[in-house]
């Protein structure tokens, strides 16, 4: 049962791995974003576990010096009733003194150690803003590219859309000028067809008048 919990574990994993790899080629930049958006939430989850330390450190440091004032109350107490006599009372005092400079030391040592976690989480925390920045950066530069590449690519639409509608104009009016040419020659041979039988008449009328002059 185990083995195919696995099984379907895996399935689904590798189902998921290829939906995001398609997303990403199709949209990288939303990829992206995504994916700031949880390196954003994960910074502010240590943002917080930072503020829950620094808490811890300023509660340690109350019970220490809280601890520290009243081991001094109770070496003042031992003293007082040390030359009084009281030998219970100075017993008491005693004691509870070696309990509270115990516990003073205890609460010393787990600052220290607190302090020193703290400052490591702090330097993370900071290396973490700086990756986080610097992603932040490097996703409006390739948001820049990409609306650079797209403004070209629309630039290179237009211009072949008018380079085709160019070129259709121009076969257009090669086609209209054809279509004149032909126009024009159909109108001068109708001219010439409906004119030379006048003008043929019209040059045997000369030549007879010529012939007619030339025998008288």
């Given at each position: 049962m185990a083995n195919l919990f696995t099984r379907i574990k895996d399935t689904v994993m590798?189902?998921?791995?290829?939906?995001?790899?398609?997303?990403?080629?199709?949209?990288?930049?939303?990829l992206l974003n995504q994916y700031l958006r949880e390196c954003e939430q994960e910074t502010e989850k240590v943002r917080k576990l930072l503020e829950r330390q620094h808490q811890l450190l300023e509660q340690f440091n109350r019970e220490y010096q809280l601890a520290e004032d009243m081991a001094s109350k109770r070496a003042r107490q031992a003293e007082?009733?040390?030359?009084?006599?009281?030998?219970e009372l100075h017993l008491f005092a005693a004691n509870e003194q070696g309990q509270y400079e115990e516990r003073a030391a205890r609460l010393k040592d787990a600052a220290r150690k607190v302090s020193?976690?703290?400052?490591?989480?702090?330097?993370?925390?900071?290396?973490?803003?700086?990756?986080?920045?610097?992603m932040n950066i490097r996703r409006l530069e390739l948001m820049g590219r990409e609306n650079v590449t797209r403004a070209h690519n629309q630039m290179n639409q237009v211009l072949d859309q008018e380079d085709f509608q160019e070129n259709k104009s121009q076969s257009r009016f090669t086609e209209i000028e054809a279509y004149l040419d032909r126009l024009e020659n159909q109108v001068t041979s109708s001219y010439y067809r409906t004119t030379i039988?006048?003008?043929i008449a019209q040059l045997e009328k000369e030549i007879k008048s010529d012939e007619t002059r030339s025998i008288s």
């Open positions: 590798a189902d998921l791995h290829e939906a995001l790899d398609q997303k990403e080629k199709k949209n990288p930049i939303s007082v009733a040390d030359k009084a006599g009281e030998k020193q976690q703290l400052e490591e989480l702090e330097q993370k925390y900071e290396s973490m803003k700086h990756k986080l920045k610097d039988d006048a003008r």
